[in-house]
C-alpha cells in the first residue's frame, strides 16, 4: 500500500470511476482508468483504499489527507 498513490487516484477520479475499477479488477478486467501498482493485488488494494477515503469525505466530510490518515491508522490497527 502506497499513500501517494492512494492520494493520487482520490484527487483524480470520481468515486463512481473508482467503483468501476474496482468491480473490473474483482472480475480480473482491466479497468478503464490507471491505477499505480506492483501487481493485481497492490493496484486493488490502492482501489479499495481509495474507495473508502472518498466515501469518508462524501459521508463525514472529511478532508482527504484525513481520510487517508483515518485509512492507514485502521490498516495498522488491523494487523497490530
Known amino acids: 500500500m502506497k499513500i501517494p498513490v ?4 482520490v484527487e483524480q477520479y470520481t468515486l463512481e470511476e473508482l467503483q468501476a475499477a474496482e468491480a473490473a479488477m474483482l472480475e480480473e478486467q ?3 482508468i490507471e491505477i499505480e501498482g506492483h ?6 488494494t490502492h482501489v479499495l483504499a481509495a474507495v473508502w477515503v ?4 462524501n459521508t463525514n466530510g472529511t478532508e482527504a489527507m484525513v481520510a487517508i490518515r483515518n485509512y492507514a ?4 490497527n488491523s494487523i497490530s
Open 6 to 9: 492512494i492520494k493520487k487516484i
Open 54 to 57: 472518498k466515501n469518508e469525505m
Open 30 to 32: 482491466t479497468p478503464a
Open 39 to 44: 501487481d493485481e493485488g497492490e493496484k486493488l
Open 73 to 76: 491508522q485502521r490498516v495498522r
